[in-house]
């Protein structure tokens, strides 16, 4: 009788991870086949041929639009996020080991924009801007909406990196001489590495993809998700489908490169301490 119930269980949970495969990488799938389709192919099944045509064509200004420009913009901003992350982030994380006056009050306030739209936040940003008399771009007031988005991440990140470090690493290092910068720089940066190379990922891919606050903060040169959200209006051939299949190539190659650097930083250490 127990067999036969953990049997309908293991077949009901193997259904629904089966489901749930389905459906995240389902798309995914269908777009990267799709996206092969031949020069007379369509949006949809059946393929008529197989070819790499319309990644050719999606580098054809007068097809796609500006595609090359915006994913430079894309790279750009999302470089300058992700730095912009890392600092913040990692500063934030070294200031709020002590309790200091209003702390709980700026831990809060950071948390918040989590809570807020994201669509409030770009209009809100897109708003000041014009208030003050700027005009909004990439890499002005879409930088600035995108921080409020990566910058909770990254802190909490740090959060829990230093909930988990031994205090008594660093105080050794300060009995033996070193200042508070060699200290860091010497001690806590080298354990801590591994979460600052997670807050760098966190904060490019997510400004990488970024759509809601960027959408009102970019100004007149659109990012590579807005790029994409013009396409869908206008753009009636798999050319869009290239374009899906090798943003998700980047998305995933960045992914493996940072979990190698992961790597091959523990693999460092623990030769360090063998």
Known sequence: MNRDRRGKSFYILASLFAAFVLFLYGPIAT???LSFQGP???LTFPMHGF????FHALFQQQMVGDFGGSITRSL???FMVMVANVVISVA???AFRRRFAGSTFLFYLVIASL???SILVSLGIGLLFSQLGLNPAWWSSAFGAQLTWTIPFGL???FAVFNRFNKSWEEAARDLGAGPWRSFTNVILPIILPGVVGIALFGFSLSYDEFPRTMMTAGDSNTLPLEIFAMTANVTTPVIYALGTLTTAFSALVIIVAMTSMAIIRRRRAAKLG
């Not at 070819?51 to 319309?54: C, D, K, Q």
């Open 31 to 33: 777009i990267v086949i």
């Open 40 to 42: 007379d192919g369509g």
């Open 51 to 54: 070819s790499v045509h319309w």
């Open 76 to 78: 750009i901003l999302a």
């Open 92 to 94: 934030g994380g070294m």
């Open 115 to 117: 809570i807020v739209p």
């Open 156 to 158: 909490l990140i740090m």
